[in-house]
């Protein structure tokens, strides 16, 4: 019966642990939504900046403006590239914490499952304890 009783009382520890990495790896998963975000923001303002330099204004530019335009550009495409590995990266960590919370899930799933066989084992137990009593109390 004790044996019973500490299996249960770990089994629901183990619950509470799941429950506790569900909540982490969820709370990852907003945050790396929250930076995914902003990383698309980023990209796009990237992006309207190399279009607002690439524009032609006037046929005579003069020397120095086609060089500011230029090393704009050319910083601009390096910053580009930097947010889109970002983006990558940051995608393939949301799909590695979207897959450990599925697995989270399944375990904490099958953990419940054992400490309800648990429970009604526990209580088989009691109902057969309290059957032989009443049997013996009925003998004498």
Do not use: C, P, W
């Amino acid at each position: 019966m004790n044996k019973i009783k500490k299996e249960i009382r770990l089994y629901k520890l183990l619950e509470k642990l799941k429950k506790r990495d569900l909540y982490n790896q969820i709370n990852n998963v907003n945050l790396i939504n929250e930076e995914l975000k902003k990383t698309d923001i980023l990209l796009s303002k990237i992006n309207n900046i190399i279009q607002e330099n690439n524009k032609k204004t006037n046929k005579n530019l003069i020397g120095a403006i086609y060089k500011n335009k230029s090393k704009v550009i050319n910083i601009m495409s390096k910053q580009k590239q930097i947010a889109e590995n970002k983006k990558e990266f940051l995608l393939e960590q949301k799909n590695k914490t979207d897959l450990a919370i599925a697995k989270t899930f399944i375990q904490k799933d099958k953990v419940e499952k054992k400490i309800h066989k648990k429970k009604m084992e526990f209580s088989e137990f009691q109902d057969l304890k309290l059957e032989i009593t009443n049997r013996n109390l009925t003998k004498n």
